[in-house]
C-alpha cells in the first residue's frame, strides 16, 4: 500500500504539531518561578492585642505567623482584611525570598529580587510575575482568623 506524499506531508506536521504541544504541556512554572509548598494551617488572631495595632487602620499592615514563610495581613477597612503569604512568588525556594512591608505602608516588597506587590497582594514591580499567594479571612468580633 502507497501513501500519497500530500497524506505524508500532513502526518508530519500533525506529529511535529503534537510533539511541540506535549512539550509545552509540562509544569508551568520556570526554575526561577517555582511554586510555593503548600502549608495547612488556621491562625486565629485578637485584633485587640497591640502587635495588631497596625491593624486597627485602613491600609494598616502587620507580620503574623503562619503560612509557608510567614503572613502579612492588610487591613481594607473594618470588616474586610486581605492576608498573604510572605512568600515571594519568584523563586520561591531561595532562602531570602520573604516578603516584607515597605517603610512606607505603600507597598509590600521582596528586598531579596526587587519585586513590589500593592496591598491587594498583585505585582507592581517584577521579576514576579505572580501575584502574592492569598490566604482567606473571616472577622467574628475581635477575632481575625486565617486560614489555608
Do not use: H, W
Not at 503534537?18 to 494551617?41: K, R, V, Y
Not at 505603600?106 to 514591580?125: A, E
Request: hydrophobic share 40%; with cysteine.
Amino acid at each position: 500500500m502507497s501513501i500519497s506524499p500530500n497524506l505524508r506531508a500532513m502526518a508530519a506536521v500533525v506529529l511535529l504539531g503534537s510533539q511541540l504541544g506535549l512539550g509545552a504541556c509540562g509544569s508551568a512554572t520556570t526554575d526561577n518561578d517555582p511554586q510555593i509548598p503548600l502549608a495547612s494551617f488556621s491562625q486565629p488572631i485578637n485584633l485587640t492585642n497591640q502587635q495588631y495595632a497596625a491593624l486597627r487602620a485602613d491600609n494598616g499592615a502587620a507580620y503574623v505567623a503562619g503560612g509557608v514563610r510567614g503572613l502579612i495581613v492588610v487591613r481594607q477597612n473594618a470588616g474586610s482584611y486581605l492576608a498573604f503569604e510572605r512568600n515571594c512568588p519568584y523563586r520561591a525556594n531561595d532562602t531570602c525570598a520573604r516578603v516584607s512591608i515597605d517603610a512606607s505602608l505603600l507597598f509590600l516588597k521582596d528586598p531579596c529580587c526587587g519585586s513590589q506587590f500593592d496591598l491587594q497582594g498583585r505585582v507592581r514591580v517584577g521579576p514576579a510575575a505572580r501575584a502574592l499567594r492569598q490566604y482567606s479571612t473571616s472577622l467574628s468580633g475581635s477575632t481575625l482568623t486565617i486560614t489555608n
